[in-house]
């Protein structure tokens, strides 16, 4: 009886329901602090631009994935946009999703801000709302995106875990793995992983890596935060250790990306990718932020979306190696403020 007491809801109110509801309470300060950071310092920047003072882009085309961090970007998004539009806007941004999540972040910027519709305009994709991941899965969603002729400003991604010796994104569910594929494997400028230190580990039903990312972007960007220097040496090293298996060259770092004057001129740190592919890692530690760029010669014209979405099956999709630790961090605000 004393558990069905604490499992009655008290009145008027109802139980959370569903994965989202479940994993939004996780890492919900690392998850705001990369949302932050992303958009002050990349959001709609031109490669090579500067974030303080260049104008960004002002139209895009952006695809979110299914997932609370995605969800909170593009939050965090809308706000940026509502308080730059006066100096930086209009804007005019269509937000491709199948995440009831987004749909529904969207819709509620809307209404309350009418006049600013432009920067919220949502292509909803096609096919049954699963109500537990709270998105569009199954054939439907997964056929459209095979089918989908646009090529994207960006796609902001998620995953349940990620191992990064081998560069591989894993999925909790079967039935979303197909999806997720497709979702990554479309053609965009940047794509932009963001993965709490909870995501570092091998774990789930394994959908994408990231060479089949780079098929066809110019650079794959990997956010993350990290409570400590061991933990910061720990990414880094496994970073450079995959940037070695894609055939890429570290760049050299510039200690100036620490300060912001320094960051005004050398732009947003990344420089302008050019006729070479890029993949980066943006880490957060406390007040500080480490880029590290690995870089090869690009491919012109090899764009393998269509190779890859034919030689991938279905339920079989590639396996990868092993993977390592799980982070547990709390302090962060803590840190920031000492």
Known sequence: MRASR??????????????????????????????????????????????EV??????????????????????????????????????????????????????????????????????????????????????????????????FTSLILGAHSFDMVSGTAYFHFSNEILFQQRCALLPARDKILFLDQSKFRKEGQPAYTMEELLSNCQAATIYTVAETLEQERRIVSEFVGLAGTLHMEI????????????????????????????????????????????ERPYAKGGDRTREIAASTSDSEPATASASSSRYRGSAIREARST
């Open 6 to 51: 604490r499992l009655t809801p008290a009145r008027g109110r109802r139980l959370p329901q569903g994965w989202g509801q479940g994993r939004k309470k996780q890492y919900a300060l690392e998850k705001q602090i990369m949302a932050e950071h992303f958009v002050l310092h990349d959001f709609l920047v031109r490669d090579g631009g500067s974030p």
């Open 251 to 294: 760049q050299p770092s510039d200690p100036g990306l620490r300060d912001a004057a320094a960051r005004s001129a050398q732009g947003n740190g990344y420089g302008s990718p050019g006729d070479s592919q890029q993949i980066r890692l943006c880490l957060i530690r406390e007040n500080n932020t480490k880029r590290v760029i690995a």
């Open 54 to 151: 260049a104008v960004r882009e002002t139209a895009a085309s952006i695809l979110a994935n299914p997932g609370t961090t995605p969800n909170a970007v593009v939050s965090e998004a809308l706000s940026w946009m509502k308080n730059e539009w006066g100096e930086r806007g209009p804007f005019s941004v269509t937000w491709y999703s199948g995440s009831a999540l987004v749909a529904a972040t969207l819709q509620d910027f809307k209404v309350k801000n009418m006049e600013l519709r432009s920067a919220a305009e949502l292509f909803l994709l096609p096919g049954p709302v699963d109500s537990n991941l709270e998105s569009v899965l199954g054939d439907v969603p997964a056929a459209f995106l095979k089918q989908l002729d646009r090529h």
